[in-house]
């Protein structure tokens, strides 16, 4: 072989190895290029996808946090769903953090946003059951007030009258003085009945009857009377028997006072009075009482 020969052989090798390697060149470059092209798509797809699915998450954390309160007004249990929503909150979270295409993250939070989905409409149709429950509850509950409200309309009704039947036994019980008479009493212990002169008697008398009452037990009592004097002053000398006693919280006084046992025999009692001087002129009044409550009056006038 000439040496032209051969040097046109190496040139035609070497211009189809440059012919090769443009090839190459040009073909890894396209191959490059339309891999970027589809790595951006992918991309693209994927920020869609993921700001899709937070849109979602937070419209279901939104409608969750309703669906807890609206429970917990009608007395369900919201402790699970407390954690669903943190959960639910920190998937959102996870997603927005995550810039690259994550395929199997989208997968799988698409699944759970289903699942959250059937979860909400099972919870309106437990919160209908709440509402149902409180509804028959509260039915019940006013059935059950005005069933305890006519009770205690009933019982005080009957503690009323039972008041009123107590009241009337007590005033029945109640012991009357009768025949009331009064004596004035002279130096020589003559009695004359009714009204007299100053200088006639420095003593009274007083006598009466306690009236039949069959109500009344027989008991103990204390029988007072009260002098009052003209100016309305009951006339009182301990010395001479008189005493206090204790009626509505304040203090009252008595002349004379006398313990006797009722016995329903028309028992007739006589007070005697020694006032130790004369009574001055004007009219006087005389009340009775048994214990504590008045059961007679009557007058006199010191001319």
């Known amino acids: 072989m000439s040496e032209v020969t051969g040097k046109s052989n190496r040139d035609i090798i070497r211009i189809v190895l440059i012919v090769i390697l443009i090839g190459v060149v040009v073909g890894g470059g396209y191959k490059i290029n339309e891999d970027s ?6 991309q693209a797809e994927y920020d869609l996808t993921r700001e899709t699915l937070t849109t979602k998450l937070d419209s279901i954390s939104v409608e969750l946090s309703g669906k807890i309160s609206e429970i917990s007004e009608l007395g369900g249990n919201i402790d699970s769903l407390i954690i669903l929503k943190d959960s639910i909150t920190a998937e959102r979270d996870q997603l927005q953090r995550t810039r ?10 698409d699944r759970k946003v289903n699942g959250y989905e059937e979860l ?9 059951q709440l509402k149902k429950l409180n509804n028959d509850l509260l039915e019940e509950n006013n059935d059950l007030k005005v069933d305890k409200n006519e009770l205690n309309k009933s019982l005080t009704e009957a503690a009323q009258r039972e008041e009123a039947y107590k009241q009337r036994i007590s005033l029945a019980a109640k012991h009357r003085a009768e025949n009331i008479k009064i004596f004035n009493i002279n130096s020589r212990g003559k009695e004359r009945e009714g009204d007299f002169r100053k200088r006639q008697a420095q003593k009274i008398k007083v006598t009466f009857n306690l009236a039949p009452n069959d109500v009344a037990p027989v008991a103990g009592h204390q029988i007072l009377i009260q002098l009052v004097d003209p100016l309305g002053n009951v006339i009182f000398d301990v010395a001479r028997g008189s005493g206090s006693f204790q009626i509505d919280g304040r203090e009252e ?18 007070f005697v009075y020694d ?29």
């Open 37 to 42: 092209k589809e790595r951006k798509a992918l």
């Open 100 to 109: 690259v295409a994550n395929k199997a993250l989208i997968q799988r939070l």
């Open 120 to 128: 909400l409409l099972a919870k309106d149709e437990e919160i209908v």
């Open 253 to 270: 006084f008595y002349t004379a006072m006398q313990e006797i046992v009722f016995d329903n025999s028309k028992q007739e009692l006589s």
């Open 275 to 303: 006032k130790g001087s004369e009574f001055n002129p004007g009219d006087y009044k005389v009340v009775i009482l048994a214990d504590t409550y008045e059961i007679g009056q009557t007058t006199f006038n010191v001319r």
